[in-house]
């Protein structure tokens, strides 16, 4: 195809539904039948990025390889493509803004009055070509939040304008929710109906309702939906809850979704995509013939969405072994020395999860330290990394009070310091060594064994590195640094050789696991997990 089609997802009622895992399970299909497809973010808040956000308010914060701070739907897009996403994916009102503000202070409006329309909205739908002209035949912009917030107005003005100005090239699909009330036994359509309303309020005609519902949806429902929506039936679909979310494009094949998308833009759909690779995958899933546990040991356990791309590469690993990988969700706060017999108990791999901040570090160590004393696998992830090295100082090299410098600015053992080039950044935003960066793996290790490369690309989030000053002690000492950035030296990879697998990265692997092509850290991780529990039954 010579021009890009621009499929636009918005949601009403409520936010939550799952529009990214809808816009995520389109753009599979769609790739499916061999088109390039990208996926994209619109979010409606102020912050520049999720960057500087708590993960207890928008769970965890995905880094693309260009290095952006994004959405936790980019991670759903990237697993379900298994195609790169970058900044350009995701935009905030925030950058909005910040992007018209600095054109005025510029001079770049000659002195006109600047305002929402149509200077706002310009904006907006630049960003939003911006992608499609870089030779993609789908750009799927799914906008965050639900139709009515008063934040939400601008995205929706912008769509809206886009349909008349790419006539024949943009499609709206609707994802809305069609509640179940227990006491009368009833599926009420009303919700539906003015969520639709509103949207059409704003000058948008939905092409595609998809009914996010916990029962099945009758045919006269869906008729009666459509004839008050002013939308075909065919175009009406319902997206039932499913045991996970791998399964929703499937779904929506069945009920024609992608073929529904392809003749509303003129394209013949052929033959329908047999999906094998992603079939095999959840026939592993559904049917696993091991199980394991693993402990996930973290200060936000409460809110799996914080860890939810470490979550999904268990999930991606488990399927290559036929394994289900069943997670201890272990909060650190609570862990200690007293309890982790345990608390712990019953786990066949250790997992200390990333993170910032004092708060839950001691449970952290304890963790380790049991994994690290009980010949138990452990991988731990960026913070979890540096903790692995702390714990060591501690209780190895008998340096008592050595710690990071984030923790304890005067510790007399910085084993963990604050890299070079941060020492004199004080904002928080965007200012950490962030995305993709080269590591060399030393040969004969375990990393370069499960890697089976000695170069390596991995994303990055963090302030703070391995003290190569201690180095020589620590190797002294049984701990090897097994892999490194070739152009500064920072140490990438630690390991603990007379261990029977114990690796701690200061990258961010997960990240880089799809449905596909599962990170092969977490497939090792998952398979010496699994191993140790056959040898200790």
Same mark, same amino acid.
């Given at each position: 195809?010579?021009q890009?089609?621009?499929?636009?997802?918005?949601?009403?009622v409520v936010?939550?539904?799952?529009?990214?895992i809808?816009s995520a399970?389109?753009?599979?299909?769609?790739?499916?039948?061999g088109?390039?497809?990208?996926?994209?973010?619109l979010?409606?808040?102020?912050?520049?990025?999720?960057?500087?956000?708590n993960?207890?308010e928008?769970?965890?914060?995905?880094?693309?390889?260009?290095?952006?701070?994004?959405?936790?739907?980019l991670?759903?897009y990237?697993?379900?493509?298994?195609?790169?996403?970058?900044?350009?994916?995701?935009i905030?009102?925030?950058?909005?803004?910040?992007?018209?503000?600095?054109?005025?202070?510029?001079?770049?409006?000659?002195?006109?009055?600047?305002?929402?329309?149509?200077?706002?909205?310009?904006?907006?739908?630049r960003?939003?070509?911006?992608?499609?002209n870089?030779?993609y035949?789908?750009?799927?912009?799914?906008?965050?939040g639900?139709v009515?917030d008063?934040?939400?107005?601008?995205?929706?003005e912008?769509i809206?304008?886009?349909?008349?100005?790419?006539?024949?090239?943009c499609?709206f699909?609707?994802?809305?929710l069609v509640?179940?009330?227990?006491?009368?036994?009833e599926?009420k359509?009303?919700p539906?109906?003015h969520?639709?309303?509103?949207l059409q309020?704003?000058?948008?005609?939905?092409?595609?309702?998809?009914?996010?519902?916990?029962?099945?949806l009758?045919?006269?429902?869906?008729?009666?939906?459509?004839?008050?929506?002013?939308?075909?039936?065919d175009?009406v679909?319902?997206?039932?809850?499913?045991?996970t979310?791998y399964?929703?494009?499937?779904?929506?094949?069945?009920?024609?979704?992608?073929e529904?998308?392809?003749?509303?833009?003129?394209?013949?759909?052929?033959?329908?995509p047999?999906?094998k690779p992603?079939?095999?995958?959840?026939?592993k899933?559904?049917n696993?013939?091991h199980?394991?546990?693993i402990?996930?040991?973290?200060?936000y356990?409460e809110l799996?969405?914080a860890?939810?791309?470490?979550?999904?590469?268990?999930?991606?690993?488990?399927?290559?072994?036929?394994?289900?990988?069943?997670?201890?969700?272990v909060?650190?706060?609570?862990?200690?020395?007293?309890n982790?017999?345990?608390?712990?108990?019953?786990?066949?791999?250790?997992?200390? =999860?990333? &993170? #910032?901040?004092?708060?839950?570090?001691?449970?952290?160590? +304890?963790? @380790?330290?049991?994994? !690290?004393?009980n010949n138990?696998p452990f991988?731990?992830?960026?913070l979890?990394?540096q903790?692995?090295?702390?714990e060591?100082a501690?209780?190895?090299?008998?340096?008592k009070n050595?710690?990071?410098?984030?923790?304890?600015e005067?510790?007399?053992?910085?084993?963990i310091?604050?890299?070079a080039d941060?020492?004199?950044?004080?904002?928080?935003?965007?200012?950490?060594?962030?995305?993709?960066?080269?590591?060399s793996v030393?040969?004969?290790?375990?990393?370069h064994?499960?890697?089976?490369?000695?170069?390596i690309?991995?994303?990055?989030?963090?302030?703070?590195?391995?003290?190569?000053?201690?180095?020589?002690?620590?190797?002294?000492?049984?701990?090897? =640094?097994? &892999? #490194?950035?070739?152009?500064t030296?920072l140490?990438?990879i +630690?390991? @603990?050789?007379?261990? !029977?697998w114990?690796?701690?990265?200061?990258?961010?692997?997960?990240?880089?696991?799809t449905v596909?092509?599962?990170?092969?850290?977490?497939?090792?991780?998952?398979k010496?997990?699994l191993?140790?529990?056959?040898?200790n039954?």
């Amino acid at each position: 195809m010579n021009q890009t089609r621009y499929i636009f997802v918005t949601g009403g009622v409520v936010s939550g539904l799952g529009k990214g895992i809808i816009s995520a399970s389109v753009g599979k299909l769609l790739q499916a039948r061999g088109y390039k497809v990208t996926i994209q973010k619109l979010d409606p808040y102020l912050n520049i990025d999720p960057g500087t956000l708590n993960p207890y308010e928008h769970g965890e914060c995905y880094v693309t390889i260009d290095g952006a701070e994004t959405d936790l739907d980019l991670g759903h897009y990237e697993r379900f493509l298994n195609h790169e996403t970058t900044q350009a994916n995701n935009i905030t009102t925030g950058r909005i803004y910040r992007n018209v503000i600095e054109k005025e202070r510029r001079g770049d409006f000659l002195g006109k009055t600047v305002q929402i329309i149509p200077h706002i909205t310009d904006e907006i739908k630049r960003n939003i070509k911006l992608v499609g002209n870089k030779g993609y035949d789908f750009v799927i912009t799914e906008i965050g939040g639900t139709v009515g917030d008063i934040e939400s107005l601008p995205f929706i003005e912008a769509i809206r304008q886009l349909k008349w100005e790419l006539e024949g090239s943009c499609l709206f699909i609707h994802l809305t929710l069609v509640p179940y009330l227990a006491a009368s036994q009833e599926l009420k359509t009303k919700p539906t109906q003015h969520s639709v309303k509103q949207l059409q309020e704003a000058g948008v005609q939905p092409d595609i309702l998809v009914l996010r519902t916990e029962h099945n949806l009758s045919p006269e429902l869906r008729k009666k939906v459509g004839q008050f929506c002013n939308v075909g039936l065919d175009s009406v679909v319902q997206s039932i809850d499913q045991p996970t979310i791998y399964q929703v494009p499937l779904a929506m094949a069945e009920q024609n979704l992608d073929e529904t998308i392809l003749k509303k833009f003129g394209i013949q759909p052929g033959e329908k995509p047999e999906m094998k690779p992603w079939r095999s995958f959840l026939d592993k899933l559904y049917n696993p013939k091991h199980q394991v546990n693993i402990a996930l040991v973290g200060k936000y356990v409460e809110l799996p969405d914080a860890y939810k791309s470490i979550i999904e590469a268990f999930i991606h690993a488990g399927a290559t072994h036929e394994c289900k990988v069943k997670l201890n969700l272990v909060h650190s706060e609570e862990l200690t020395s007293a309890n982790a017999a345990d608390m712990l108990a019953g786990c066949s791999g250790v997992l200390v =999860a990333p &993170g #910032f901040g004092q708060r839950g570090i001691e449970g952290k160590f +304890v963790a @380790i330290q049991y994994a !690290r004393e009980n010949n138990i696998p452990f991988l731990g992830i960026c913070l979890g990394m540096q903790c692995a090295v702390i714990e060591f100082a501690r209780n190895v090299l008998g340096y008592k009070n050595a710690n990071s410098t984030e923790m304890n600015e005067t510790t007399p053992y910085p084993v963990i310091d604050i890299m070079a080039d941060q020492k004199n950044i004080s904002e928080m935003g965007g200012t950490m060594r962030l995305g993709g960066y080269p590591c060399s793996v030393k040969k004969g290790t375990l990393a370069h064994k499960v890697y089976g490369a000695d170069n390596i690309i991995e994303r990055h989030r963090h302030r703070y590195e391995f003290n190569n000053k201690f180095m020589a002690d620590f190797e002294k000492a049984g701990m090897e =640094a097994t &892999g #490194f950035n070739p152009d500064t030296g920072l140490v990438e990879i +630690v390991e @603990i050789p007379s261990h !029977r697998w114990f690796v701690g990265v200061q990258f961010h692997p997960e990240y880089r696991s799809t449905v596909v092509q599962p990170h092969p850290l977490f497939e090792a991780f998952v398979k010496a997990s699994l191993q140790y529990k056959e040898e200790n039954k």
